[in-house]
């Protein structure tokens, strides 16, 4: 059973960065395709990033297209580096992992089969 840890959330004024990571164990890691994703208050869990099982291939959606960058490395952990925040990526941020055939990047939320808990992510004005 695939578990993930997702860590490096908090509080940071606009136009400040933050780096979440993912702690993933109870898998083969290298067989699957990784993803961020996020909740605001109020709304649906929206896709954010996504990187494939060898790292090549990587997704955004378009609000944070330029600003965020996903990565993996052999230690079984996945990260997103979120730069020039804004008050509008405020939100609770999860990872989440989908056992994959093929190196494709997925964007699709219920592609998904195991998640993290969540780390909050806070921007102020």
């Known amino acids: 059973q695939v578990q993930l840890v997702e860590s490096g959330g908090g509080l940071v004024q606009a136009g400040g960065f933050l780096r979440l990571s993912c702690a993933a164990s109870?898998?083969?890691?290298?067989?699957?395709?990784m993803g961020w994703f996020r909740q605001a208050p109020g709304k649906e869990r929206e896709f954010v990033a996504a990187?494939?099982?060898?790292?090549?291939?990587t997704k955004y959606v378009d609000s944070v297209n330029g600003r965020f960058t996903i990565s993996r490395d052999n230690a079984n952990t996945v990260n997103l580096q979120m730069n020039s925040l804004k008050p509008e990526d405020t939100a609770v941020y999860y990872c989440?992992?989908?056992?994959?055939?093929?190196?494709?990047?997925?964007?699709?939320?219920?592609?998904?089969?195991?998640w993290g808990q969540g780390t909050q992510v806070t921007v102020s004005s």
């Open positions: 990187i494939s099982r060898s790292g090549s291939n």
């Open positions: 989440a992992s989908k056992w994959a055939y093929t190196d494709e990047a997925f964007s699709g939320r219920l592609e998904y089969n195991h």
């Open positions: 109870g898998g083969s890691f290298s067989y699957y395709a």
